[in-house]
């Protein structure tokens, strides 16, 4: 048995390989195997890279030496040996072999292609999505999702924002709508949250800066490629705010996320072939978008824009993020804060041709709240806490939304949504 004992050999890891010289003892996955007769080839993969390994007859314990030749691919290994320079092999250094041993063995064949060269489709990767999580590229998209999440609370940190965690078992829609996962909660009727919307303007209300990561659930009967029914969502909100305020906060935020993908994943983003900029930052009026897509002959609706529209704005503002504020009120919540009779202060953030936040500044006043809540044909009385929460002292306020996962495809520029879930839930989907 190869051991890990003090003052022995303790594990290095791939990429540390490299830099060494002399004895190493490596832990990792069999990438590749070669066998020709009196040398022998496995090629170790690890959570930092990959390298070549050598077995010679005339060197390499017998037992080892033998089992190199039936190892099958994805089974966990160790292997002691000492590194050596070789022009021939990748990175310029591989490992030559003194003992190896079999961690855990993988079963053959493999249901799913975990090459690099994988040809699998989605669906079957997903089923499989545990051994889908070997393969480099999907390595790469969870590793810069991690990155994302670590940049947005950095930002949120430096802008003064508390963290703060809200309960996503509730008593009536957060949002109004009747797509709502519902759940028995001992004697009572409850749902799955769809936001945390409500809770985080109470605290904002007395805490003046929060965000968070939020799960939420929408029970919507959609398969679309930029949809899931649970979801991971980063919200915002501050007092004393209205949307321009938030709406910069949003800009900066999302060139925070971008800047530190490109400084700390760089080889994932060559991995997956991506180039990435900084964006910039636009505004205009759903009223000047209207016009603009008239030319263009693009569908807009009265109170929403289609997704040809955000195709479009994504087109004629490349990287960039466009804020598209003054949105008709009908074609928002209860708790978006009117502007005048027929606009509101609230507005949607587009971004590489699709929408990744909305947001705007909330109604605090509580009878304009029951007000909105009735036009929107809603019971104010669900509301009541809610509602009465305005009552004692709550200033005006404005936030918004951002999907991770949303903003991890467009970052990316992936085809599908569920290429950035670890495991989706989506209308079909239940399993892993």
């Not at 990767?125 to 480099?136: S, V």
């Not at 909100?237 to 700390?264: S, T």
């Not at 910039?280 to 263009?296: D, I, Q």
């Not at 587009?350 to 007000?371: K, N, W």
């Amino acid at each position: 048995m190869l051991k890990e004992k003090k003052n022995e050999l303790e594990r290095t890891y791939i990429k540390d390989a490299f830099s060494k010289n002399g004895k190493v003892f490596l832990k990792g996955w069999v990438y590749e195997v070669r066998d020709l007769s009196k040398i022998r080839f496995v090629i170790l993969r690890d959570v930092s890279g990959q390298i070549q390994t050598i077995g010679l007859d005339s060197k390499t314990d017998k037992e080892s030496f033998e089992l190199m030749k039936s190892l099958n691919r994805e089974s966990v290994i160790s292997v002691i040996g000492d590194v050596k320079e070789s022009k021939q092999a990748p990175g310029g250094k591989e490992v030559l072999v003194e003992k190896i041993e079999v961690i855990a063995k993988a079963e053959n064949p493999l249901p799913i292609d975990v090459s690099d060269f994988s040809k699998t489709e989605l669906p079957k990767r997903l089923d499989y999505r545990f051994l889908d999580l070997h393969r480099k590229e999907t390595q790469a998209i969870f590793k810069i999702q991690s990155t994302i999440q670590q940049a947005y609370m950095e930002f949120m940190i430096k802008e003064g924002a508390v963290m703060a965690q809200f309960p996503s078992i509730i008593g009536s829609s957060s949002e109004g709508g009747t797509d709502l996962f519902n759940v028995q909660y001992f004697e009572k009727k409850a749902c799955l949250s769809q936001s945390c919307q409500l809770y985080k303007q109470m605290l904002a209300c007395s805490m003046e800066k929060v965000f968070a990561i939020f799960t939420v659930w929408r029970a919507e009967k959609h398969n679309t490629v930029r949809h899931l029914n649970e979801s991971r969502q980063f919200d915002y909100e501050q007092a004393f705010a209205d949307d321009k305020i938030v709406m910069e906060v949003l800009g900066r935020c999302v060139q925070y996320i971008v800047k530190r993908v490109m400084e700390l994943n760089k080889e994932e983003l060559e991995v997956l072939n991506v180039k990435l900029k900084v964006p910039g930052v636009n505004y205009l009026t759903f009223g000047e978008v209207s016009e603009m897509m008239k030319k263009y002959k693009i569908h807009v609706g009265k109170d929403d824009l289609s997704g040809d529209a955000e195709k479009k704005l994504g087109e004629l503002y490349p990287d960039t993020v466009v804020f598209v504020h003054d949105w008709p009120l009908s074609g928002k919540p209860f708790y978006i804060m009117p502007k005048g009779k027929d606009l509101s202060y609230g507005f949607d953030a587009i971004y590489q041709g699709m929408e990744i936040s909305s947001g705007g500044q909330r109604v605090h006043l509580p009878e304009l709240l029951i007000e909105r809540l009735k036009a929107k044909g809603l019971n104010p009385k669900d509301f009541k806490a809610y509602v009465d929460s305005f009552r004692f002292g709550a200033p005006p306020h404005a936030g918004w939304g951002v999907g991770l996962e949303r903003i991890t495809m467009l970052i990316l520029g992936l085809p599908n949504i569920r290429e950035a879930v670890l495991f989706p839930r989506d209308r079909d989907r239940l399993t892993p």
